[in-house]
């Protein structure tokens, strides 16, 4: 493939969603694979519900996944001189015209149409119209064909066949001297020369109609493909009630956005029976020809799964630097927060296999930094009994001489208890660890003892033992 041109072109009338970074993401990864050019275009002609603030939280959501840009933003808004150029172009060809028609009789055209079980469309009744209109307000519709067929060679669908019969001729400018969609859509793929143009299929029906106008224009047409749309796991059309939201939440969820691009890439797209890809990976093996045909359902669970596996991949150190922040998110000091880096490569080997988001981490990783912890009341009746508070006891008086305080001496002073006591590891472990973090589950309990520190672990057990009946007061 020679060097492809693509776009991804927004319009700014709401948050960056996922269904749009894996279009986004396409197009991106196409660009990457064959040295080609990313180009980001915002569509902002309907003035009214674009947002600067919008425009903000696209560019933001395509830096944190690193989808660099190579040209852009391009905004529509400051085009508007040539889509008149190519507009007084097509009305010179009389390949367009002028239409009279009022919202209000165009309005009651529709609704006659779908009372009578219709097609809603334009009857062309200024096509060919001689009337004099002076002063009357007009928008530009374009003069479509009305025989035969378009045929839309889609790169990822084949073949679509589209009768020209049911287009009726679209409004290309509107009343307000502002382009439609369609139109201006075509101009700038024609003059910012894209070679591809990847899209979701809702645009499917818009292609046929925007195929003519490149014609119209004599411009080369880009070769399409519409991508599947992604679906709720109940297969409804993909809405905030089934995770979808805007990218940049997902940051702040505490999901990397290696996983992201990992997990939306495989929801249109497939290689072998691969599940798992690095960025790096991705730019050498992606293209359309492992594109998929039909919808997928969007997994919220699977994509915790998938980013799980990237966060056990990753470079504990860099894992580390994403970390810091989420620890203040869970209400921890500047003093906290701030532990030394050999510390906190420590703590994320700990909880590395554990963690499927950046937030259950942080969240994993309170116990070991705050001062006091709350035993689960559960966890407490079931494991510190009377039975081993001799053991505790002995294990924190032993633990207060181990010097340096690492896995490799505090394993033959828990072992040394153990014989003293004639426990099984098993029977020291889980009380040690309910003392130490308040539950049931941790990492290894040397882990554990290593990131609380001599001090704090031997004062937490300590404390353990003081909450642990005798056997008399018991009885």
Not at 355 to 380: C, G, N, P, W
């Amino acid at each position: 493939m020679n060097a492809p041109r693509v776009r991804f072109a927004p319009s700014p009338t709401g948050y960056l969603h996922i269904g749009g970074v894996r279009t986004a993401l396409f197009n991106w990864l196409l660009a990457r694979r064959f040295g080609g050019t990313f180009i980001l275009r915002i569509e902002d002609t309907d003035q009214s519900r674009s947002t600067d603030e919008s425009i903000q939280a696209i560019l933001r959501g395509l830096e944190w996944l690193g989808m660099n840009v190579d040209e852009g933003p391009y905004r529509q808004t400051e085009r508007l001189g040539i889509y008149r150029e190519q507009v007084d172009k097509l009305l010179a060809d009389g390949k367009a015209y002028r239409c009279f028609c009022t919202p209000e009789d165009l309005d009651e055209k529709r609704k006659i149409a779908i009372a009578n079980k219709e097609t809603p469309k334009y009857d062309g009744r200024c096509r060919d119209s001689t009337e004099s209109h002076d002063g009357q307000p007009f928008s530009i519709r374009f003069r479509s064909p009305t025989e035969g067929d378009t045929v839309v060679k889609d790169l990822i669908k084949g073949e679509v066949t589209f009768n020209n019969s049911v287009l009726d001729d679209l409004v290309i400018v509107r009343q307000d001297g502002l382009p439609t969609y369609n139109f201006s859509v075509v101009v700038d793929d024609a003059l910012m020369g894209m070679t591809h143009v990847l899209r979701g299929d809702d645009h499917l029906n818009n292609t046929p109609r925007q195929i003519h106008i490149f014609h119209a224009l004599g411009f080369p047409l880009p070769e399409f493909g519409h991508l599947p749309m992604i679906l709720g796991e109940d297969k409804s059309r993909l809405s905030k009630r089934h995770g979808a939201t805007s990218i940049t939440e997902y940051e702040d969820m505490g999901f990397l956005p290696e996983a992201m691009i990992n997990y939306l890439i495989r929801l249109g797209w497939s290689h072998g029976d691969q599940e798992i890809f690095s960025i790096q990976e991705l730019t050498e093996v992606f293209s359309l020809d492992h594109a998929m045909k039909a919808a997928a359902a969007f997994d919220p669970d699977k994509l915790s799964w998938v980013n799980s596996q990237h966060i056990q991949s990753q470079e504990p150190d860099h894992i580390a630097t994403l970390l810091r922040p989420f620890l203040g998110r869970e209400g921890m000091t500047t003093e906290e927060t701030t532990r030394d880096d050999e510390w906190m490569r420590k703590l994320v080997v700990a909880l590395q296999p554990r963690s499927r988001t950046l937030v259950e981490m942080a969240q994993s990783s309170a116990v070991y930094i705050r001062t006091d912890i709350e035993i689960d009341e559960q966890a407490k009746t079931k494991f510190l009994k009377p039975a081993i508070k001799p053991a505790l006891e002995s294990l924190a008086a032993t633990l207060q001489t181990v010097s340096p305080f690492i896995h490799d001496t505090l394993e033959p002073a828990f072992q040394s208890v153990l014989e003293k006591h004639e426990l099984k590891m098993g029977k020291l472990a889980q009380p040690v660890r309910v003392a130490l973090t308040g539950g049931t589950a941790s990492p290894g309990i040397y882990d554990v003892m290593e990131l609380l520190r001599q001090e704090k672990t031997c004062e937490r057990l300590t404390k353990a033992v003081a909450l642990i009946p005798n056997t008399q007061e018991s009885a």
